[in-house]
């Protein structure tokens, strides 16, 4: 922790470029450190934000490249610059060491940037272009031009376990802005003074490039109808959302039966399978479940890309994976936990899969509190197959074997599951023919797959997906992470003999 107090928030929603504050507040309940108020958010709110969202799109959303690039590249510019005070508050709040705060810092500014330098390129504009056939028979072709063009008005969901890069500046407003789409932002109640800086930086960005105050809206949770009111605003044209599935669906339904459904690109979670075939576990089995222990644990399993399950054969080799996991697990220590809630939920998910029949406890402990310490267990595939609890993601630092028969009944655990945002194989030279009959299915149900590795950590780049089929996200064709995470604040329209002169710069020759 840092020695002195830098930064002291002041608790209020900023709206179309102005600080305002609430009759109700809340305290927050940081991991350590002092507890602050902030104003509780109201559907008045949210309606002021989106109608400033929907005057500055007017200007935002036909602005230059150029220029949202230099917009994106002083929000980061402007995060760093209060990057004391963002690790100081984001420590308390969450818990999360020094470390992590300023390297999640790093990737959250450095998404930023990489969004100004891909709008800069244009290639995301997918620019077609149809010449017109005037002697065509029997009928002419017109001249037809194609263009990716911002939606509108955004609203972002700040998740609980990524105070920042899935934040109020994270991968969705970061995409959005680089759209040309206005963004209004729920922050989470497990961080409001990390919002709240974070707010303030992008607010200076917006004073120092000249845009439009209305660009960018925070404001703070404290019930669900400000999150109700969000996706139901009429003005509002897209959602992005990190979060649990419970809470995802529920948002989902409702931009589903708005009188104008639109979009909700919702990433939900995942158990994120890890395949462990024959010879790889033989050969390797000892140094595979010590690599497993170090990604279960990490961050005390609160990744949406935390591999919870381990499906092996079983015999001898899965004795010892099983007892090797078990030996890396018992060294970690107790790790503090997001939230109060996030604790208890993971204290329920453990006594849900520690009562499930078929289920053998491998390693228990004691979490109490806030506290978390992991948890490892057992079972049969014939188990695992007629009971779809075992699937469903416990948030935190519990593992699962799932001991197969056969190869053949791992293929049907494959074929069992739902959609993941990751699967992986572990697998040597000899285990190619197996592999190949895996890839396939594991294909069909996650949005990455892996070989000789472990999926916590996602990688900011063109060639990430996270995402998947759901429940692991609620629109298959998306990605949250990554430079094609733009296209889901994106739609194509169709330009037809349109004088050049009246058509968008980016389509003129």
Not at 239 to 247: D, I, M, Q, W, Y
Not at 258 to 283: D, H, K, Q, T, Y
Not at 375 to 390: F, P, V
Not at 401 to 410: K, Y
């Amino acid at each position: 922790m840092l020695d002195k107090p830098v930064f002291k928030p002041h608790g209020r929603h900023l709206i179309d470029g102005e600080w305002v504050g609430s009759a109700t507040t809340f305290a927050s309940s940081p991991a350590h450190g002092p507890s602050f108020d902030y104003s509780v958010g109201t559907p008045e709110h949210v309606d002021a934000a989106a109608k400033a969202a929907e005057e500055a799109f007017w200007t935002y959303g036909y602005s230059d490249r150029a220029e949202r690039a230099a917009f994106l590249n002083a929000i980061a510019d402007e995060i760093d610059a209060r990057g004391e005070a963002i690790t100081e508050i984001g420590t308390s709040e969450t818990g999360l060491p020094q470390a992590r705060l300023e390297g999640e810092r790093g990737r959250t500014v450095g998404q930023l940037r990489l969004f100004a330098s891909h709008i800069e390129k244009g290639d995301y504009l997918d620019r077609r272009h149809d010449d017109a056939l005037p002697d065509r028979k029997p009928l002419p072709r017109p001249d037809l031009k194609l263009m990716q063009r911002p939606v509108g008005p955004v609203a972002v969901f700040g998740a609980s376990n990524f105070p920042l890069a899935f934040s109020t500046a994270g991968g969705d407003t970061a995409s959005a802005l680089a759209a040309g789409c206005p963004v209004v932002v729920k922050g989470h109640s497990a961080h409001p003074g990390t919002g709240e800086i974070v707010a303030e930086a992008i607010h200076a960005a917006i004073k120092k490039c000249g845009v439009h105050p209305g660009v960018f809206s925070f404001i703070q949770g404290g019930k669900r109808d400000v999150g109700q009111s969000l996706v139901q605003h009429p003005l509002i044209k897209a959602v992005g959302f990190t979060g649990s599935l419970a809470g995802g669906r529920a948002l989902f339904d409702l931009c589903a039966a708005r009188a104008e459904p639109i979009p909700f690109f919702g990433e939900l979670g995942s158990v994120n399978p890890m395949f462990l075939l024959p010879s790889a576990l033989s050969a390797r089995g000892t140094e595979i479940a010590k690599g497993w222990a170090g990604s279960l644990t990490m961050g005390a399993g609160q990744f949406c890309t935390n591999p919870g399950i381990s499906v092996v054969i079983d015999g001898p080799d899965a004795d010892a994976y099983v007892e090797a996991a078990a030996a890396a697990l018992g060294d970690v220590g107790a790790q503090v936990m997001l939230t109060d809630g996030i604790a208890a939920a993971y204290r329920e998910g453990r006594d849900r899969v520690a009562g499930s029949s078929g289920v053998r406890e491998v390693l228990t402990s004691t979490c109490d509190l806030r506290n978390a310490t992991p948890y490892l267990y057992a079972t049969t595939g014939k188990d695992w197959l007629s009971n779809r609890e075992l699937g469903e993601e416990v948030f935190g630092p519990l593992g699962l074997v799932v001991r197969a028969t056969d190869f053949a009944e791992m293929v049907a655990v494959a074929k069992s599951l739902e959609g993941q945002l990751t699967a992986t194989l572990h697998m040597d030279d000899a285990d190619v023919g197996e592999a190949r009959q895996l890839l396939p299915i594991l294909e069909r149900k996650a949005g990455r797959l892996l070989a000789n590795g472990f999926p916590t950590g996602v990688e900011v780049a063109d060639a990430m997906v996270h995402g998947g089929p759901y429940p692991a996200s609620t629109n298959f064709g998306a990605t949250s992470v990554g430079t094609m995470a733009i296209r889901r604040f994106l739609r194509p329209v169709c330009y037809q003999n349109m004088p050049e002169s009246i058509l968008p710069k980016d389509l003129r020759t």
